[in-house]
């Protein structure tokens, strides 16, 4: 597991915060995804060793089953936090400009992001430009997940939308304030 760079949680009395991505389960499932679990799992690992504030877990619902965000929260078997569900983004923009909102709220100064290894790339591109104009100091965590051709080919795909996502992102924070 690499850290980019490390989470070392409170800083100097910062607030700090762990914002756990969803990862893409299937449509209509209504059990957490293995790769979602362990995302879990290595968030209740940082939380048992460091001082954390907050931890939001986000992901949204395919069909009528149950949000990521909801699925992550009820299999969360760690030390007693504040856990903020975010039920609502489908993609990384959508995680990222949704959960600026919750950290401001609470006064978060710095945000610890854990995501999939393959997905370290677009998360950091996002959550880099949305978090760090709200004076939020954000590093990325990359937890041990297994992850095969599908979770590859999805990354590629997505790349090139990332900038049109973005702009999105950027319009719906202005829109509700936080420009």
């Known amino acids: 597991m690499k850290s980019f760079p490390a989470a070392s949680g409170s800083v100097g009395g910062m607030r700090t915060a762990i914002v756990v991505l969803g990862n893409g389960g299937r449509r209509g499932e209504a059990s957490i995804s293995r790769a979602c679990l362990e995302l879990v799992r290595e968030s209740e690992r940082i939380v048992a060793r460091q001082t954390i504030d907050v931890v939001v877990l986000t992901g949204g619902s395919r069909g009528s089953a149950p949000s990521e965000g909801e699925l992550m929260r009820a299999a969360w078997d760690g030390p007693a936090t504040e856990l903020v569900v975010e039920p609502t983004a489908s993609i990384t923009a959508e995680n990222a400009a949704r959960t600026l909102p919750l950290l401001l709220e609470r006064g978060i100064e710095r945000a610890v992001v854990v995501c999939a290894p393959l997905h370290v790339y677009r998360t950091r ?18 937890a041990t997940v297994e992850q095969g051709p599908r979770a590859f080919a999805w990354e590629i795909a997505a790349a090139p939308l990332c900038r049109r996502q973005l702009r999105a992102a950027r319009a719906e924070l202005a829109q509700r304030g936080y420009a």
């Not at 591109?125 to 990359?142: D, K």
């Open 125 to 142: 591109f996002f959550f880099s430009r949305l978090f760090e104009p709200h004076g939020i100091q954000t590093s990325f965590h990359v």
